[in-house]
């Protein structure tokens, strides 16, 4: 099955610069792939289960950008609440 370009590729298009994309599950080869074809090598491709307060905390970040296939669990919105408040910029 091909998939459309469409709402990922727009959020890729769209991200900060060294933006971390946030995919809706475990499985990453097709949004690095998209990445690279796009021309977005500067984006940090995670898996959702990366999306987690142990992971974000104490850290900065140029942006984050959630696939819209993203569903959060708690642990999720408590992550981007510590991804909040070290962003450079008010864009999540």
Known sequence: MERRTGTT???MQEAPKGAVFVWCNRHTDYPKALAQKIGRTDLEIRPLAWLRP???RGREF???VLD???RLDSEGYEALYWVRARMRSNKI
């Open 9 to 11: 590729t727009k959020q």
């Open 54 to 56: 142990e992971n974000v």
């Open 62 to 64: 140029a942006g984050v």
């Open 68 to 70: 819209h296939a993203v």
